[in-house]
C-alpha cells in the first residue's frame, strides 16, 4: 500500500506544480485520495489522474471561450463598419447641404428701423 502512496512534494513533481498548489487541493477535490500516514500527508496514485485529466479539460473550455470571442470580435467589426459606412454617407450628406447653404444668395442685414426700405 505503501508504493501507491505520494507524499504532497512528490505529487507536487510529478505534476509539475507547486506544493502549495495541492496543499490548496486538498480539501477540495483531493480530499478522497488523502491518507494520513503516522501524521504525514500522503496522496494516492489515482489522485494524478483526477488532476491530469482536469488539465486537459482545461483547453478544451478555453477554446471555446477563444471561438465565442473571435465570433463577439468579428460581430463588433461588421458592426463597426456598418457604423462607418454611415459615417460615410452622412458627411456626404453635410457636404452637400454646406455647398447648397454657400450657393444661396446672401441676405444683406437690415436694420430694425429699416423694414420699411426695399433692397
Known sequence: MQNDLLTVAEFAKRLNITVQSVYK???GKLKP??????????LEVQALEVIR???NA??????????????????L??????KDRQIEILMQ??????????AL???????PWQFWKRS
Request: aromatic share 4%; hydrophobic share 30%.
Open 25 to 27: 487541493q486538498i480539501n
Open 33 to 42: 485520495f488523502l491518507v494520513v500516514v503516522d501524521g504525514k500527508k500522503m
Open 53 to 55: 485529466e482536469e488539465k
Open 58 to 75: 482545461k483547453p478544451e473550455s478555453l477554446n471555446r471561450l477563444i471561438n465565442t470571442l473571435e465570433r463577439e470580435n468579428e460581430r
Open 77 to 82: 467589426n461588421h458592426q463597426i463598419e456598418v
Open 93 to 102: 450628406q453635410l457636404s452637400l447641404y454646406q455647398a447648397q447653404q454657400l
Open 105 to 111: 444668395p446672401e441676405k444683406t442685414e437690415r436694420k
